[in-house]
């Protein structure tokens, strides 16, 4: 990842959601949580501001973890729609919709079935891992039929 120069810049062009000279990455370590269908792509990371842009683009019914950590980050809804679970509320998102996920708040991004989900994701440089569900918690997250009809979606 190209670093900017003291007092410099740097310029990536975006073509069909890929941005020049930045590899496209998988979300997460095959086997290491549930995923589905979702890569990620590194924009802009410099420790000296503290923070990392990230885009994450999901095919149609792809999902990411779900988990919660330490760390607080906002998601800009890029392309496409879909659905998030940010605690106990499922949301329905679409394009150019912000969410902001506080410290330790369980969330998890779908896309809908017949559509691309892509957004960016600005979160600290130094982070925590993420954490996800014991079985106990997953068992308290059904007794909301709202969060149990989200997480069945596969």
């Known amino acids: 990842m190209d670093k900017p120069k003291q007092g410099g810049s740097i310029l990536r062009r975006f073509r069909d959601y890929r941005w020049d000279e930045t590899e496209l990455l998988a979300y997460k370590e095959e086997g290491s949580a549930p995923f589905k269908a979702i890569t990620r792509q590194t924009l802009f990371r410099d420790p000296a501001l503290g923070c990392e ?7 149609p019914g792809g ?3 779900l988990e919660r950590h330490e760390h607080m980050h906002a998601v800009l809804i890029l392309r496409g729609r879909g659905e998030c679970l940010v605690g ?4 329905k998102i679409e394009t150019n919709d912000l969410v902001t996920i506080a410290p ?12 691309h ?38």
């Open 104 to 115: 330790w708040t369980w969330h998890q991004f779908r896309a809908a079935s017949d559509s």
């Open 117 to 154: 989900l892509g957004f960016l994701c600005m979160v600290n440089v130094e982070r925590d891992k993420p954490v996800q569900p014991t079985e106990d918690e997953r068992k308290a997250f059904e007794a909301n039929p709202l969060v149990a009809a989200f997480l069945k979606k596969d």
């Open 88 to 91: 106990d509320e499922v949301r």
């Open 53 to 59: 842009l990230r885009y994450f683009e999901m095919a």
């Open 63 to 65: 999902y990411s973890t």
